[in-house]
C-alpha cells in the first residue's frame, strides 16, 4: 500500500477577494510575484505580467512609487488578465489614485504610510471600491518608536506593528485586509508570523523578504515558508528572489507541491547521478522541464540514471525512464515496464508521452 502523509490542517482565518482570487478561510494558497520592470515602462511590464501569469502566478504586484506613475499602472491594468495589487509607500494619495484606476488590492507600509489620519484615507478609498488592504511589515522599516521601545526589530515589534495598523482599519469597520511580518532573518521572520498566527484570524501573506539570489533566497524562502505551511500557517506566498520574477513563481509552486498542498505542471523526480547512469539525466531533465513548462495539468515524470532506484521511483510515476546498458533506456508507465528505448532519445520520447496523455 502506498504511504501518503497526513493532510495539513490550515489555520482558519477570515476571506478576502483580489480580483477574482480568494484568499484565506479554504481557498488554495495562491502564489505571487512582484515585477521589477520600471512601471512607467508600460510595454515591459505588461510583458513581464503575462510571463508571469504563464507560469503560474494567481496575483501580481506592481510597484506605483509616484503619483504619476498611476497613470501607466492605469493602462497596464487594461492590458492584462490578472488581478493587480498595487504596492504603494510613503505617499497616501498614490493608494488612492491606485484604487480609483483598476487596482485589485493595495499594498501599505505602516512603517512609512504616514498617520492614522492617512491610513483612513486609504481605507475609505478601498472600501468605494471594494478592494482589500494587505498590511507589510517588514523588519528593516518599522516605526521608530517601535525601535526604540524594543531596542531593534524582533517579533513583538513586527506584531505590535501589524495590529496598530489593523486598530486603524477596525476602528472604520474595515475588515478586509491581509497581514505580512517579513524580515530577512528565517528564524525573524518565522517566529513573527507564528506570533501573529495566534492573535488574528486575518489571512497571512507568507515570504522571506530579501532572501538572496536564486540559489540561496530558493533555500531561506523554502525552508522559512515550509515551516509555516507545515502548521497550516499561511493563505499566499510570494518567494523573493533577486532574480527573474518567473523564478519566485517556479519555486513558489515547487513549494506548494512538495507540501501536498497544490498541484499544477510536470513534477520531475530524478536521480542526482553518478557513474552508473546509463542516460543523461542532467541534459534530459533540463530538457524536459523547458519543453514542458507550457503544461498545467498535473503529470509525475520520473528521470533515473540505472536500475539500483529506477524502477522504483517508476512506480509512482505516470512516465519514466531508467537507464540500462549499452545506451539504451528502460521506459515505464505508470509502473509498467513499457520496452526499451535509445537512452538518447529518451526526452523526445517522454515528450510525446507526456502530450499524447494531457490530450485524452
Given amino acids: 500500500m502506498e504511504w501518503h502523509p497526513a493532510p495539513i490542517e490550515r489555520r482558519k482565518s477570515r476571506q478576502i477577494k483580489v480580483g477574482n482570487v480568494l484568499i484565506g478561510g479554504n481557498a488554495p494558497i495562491s502564489v505571487q510575484s512582484m515585477t521589477s520592470t520600471d512601471t512607467m515602462d508600460v510595454e515591459a511590464t505588461v510583458n513581464q505580467i503575462k510571463a508571469l501569469k504563464n507560469a503560474g502566478a494567481d496575483l501580481v504586484r506592481v510597484t506605483v512609487p509616484t503619483l504619476e506613475a498611476c497613470k501607466a499602472f492605469s493602462e497596464i491594468v487594461k492590458r492584462v488578465d490578472i488581478p493587480l495589487i498595487s504596492d504603494i509607500h510613503f505617499d497616501y494619495r498614490i493608494a488612492i489614485e491606485c484604487a480609483k484606476n483598476g487596482a485589485a488590492a493595495l499594498r501599505i507600509n505602516p512603517g512609512n504610510i504616514g498617520s492614522h489620519e492617512k491610513i483612513e484615507a486609504v481605507c475609505a478609498a478601498a472600501r ?31 506584531v ?97 507541491k512538495s507540501m501536498h498542498l497544490r498541484t499544477r505542471g510536470v513534477d520531475i523526480v530524478a536521480c542526482p547521478t553518478c557513474g552508473r547512469r546509463g542516460i543523461d539525466v542532467v541534459g534530459t531533465v533540463a530538457e524536459l522541464e523547458k519543453r514542458l513548462s507550457d503544461v498545467k495539468e498535473s503529470f509525475k515524470i520520473a528521470v533515473m540514471g540505472c536500475v539500483v532506484n529506477g524502477p522504483g521511483e517508476a512506480s509512482h510515476a505516470q512516465v519514466a525512464v531508467c537507464g540500462a546498458a549499452n545506451g539504451k533506456a528502460l521506459i515505464y508507465e505508470d509502473g509498467t515496464m513499457m520496452g526499451k528505448i535509445e537512452a538518447k532519445d529518451a526526452a523526445d520520447i517522454i515528450e510525446k508521452r507526456v502530450r499524447e496523455r494531457i490530450k485524452k
Avoid at 134 to 152: I, P, T
Avoid at 194 to 217: F, S, Y
Wanted: hydrophobic share 45%; charged share 20%; glycine share 10%.
Fill in 128 to 158: 468605494d471600491y471594494g478592494l482589500p488592504i494587505r498590511v507589510g511589515v517588514n523588519a528593516g522599516s518599522l516605526d521608530k518608536d517601535l525601535l526604540e521601545k524594543y531596542g531593534a526589530p524582533c517579533p513583538d515589534a513586527m
Fill in 160 to 256: 505590535e506593528a501589524a495590529l496598530r495598523a489593523a486598530s486603524c482599519l477596525d476602528e472604520h469597520n474595515f475588515f478586509d485586509y491581509a497581514f505580512s511580518v517579513k524580515a530577512s532573518e528565517l528564524n525573524l521572520c518565522v517566529s513573527a508570523y507564528e506570533q501573529l498566527a495566534r492573535v488574528t484570524d486575518a489571512p497571512l501573506h507568507l515570504g522571506i523578504t530579501e532572501a538572496g539570489g536564486l540559489t540561496g533566497g530558493t533555500v531561506l524562502s523554502s525552508i522559512g515558508i515550509s515551516w509555516l505551511l507545515k502548521q497550516g500557517i499561511g493563505d499566499t506566498l510570494r518567494v523573493s528572489l533577486a532574480a527573474d520574477p518567473v523564478e519566485e513563481i517556479k519555486v513558489g509552486w515547487a513549494i506548494l
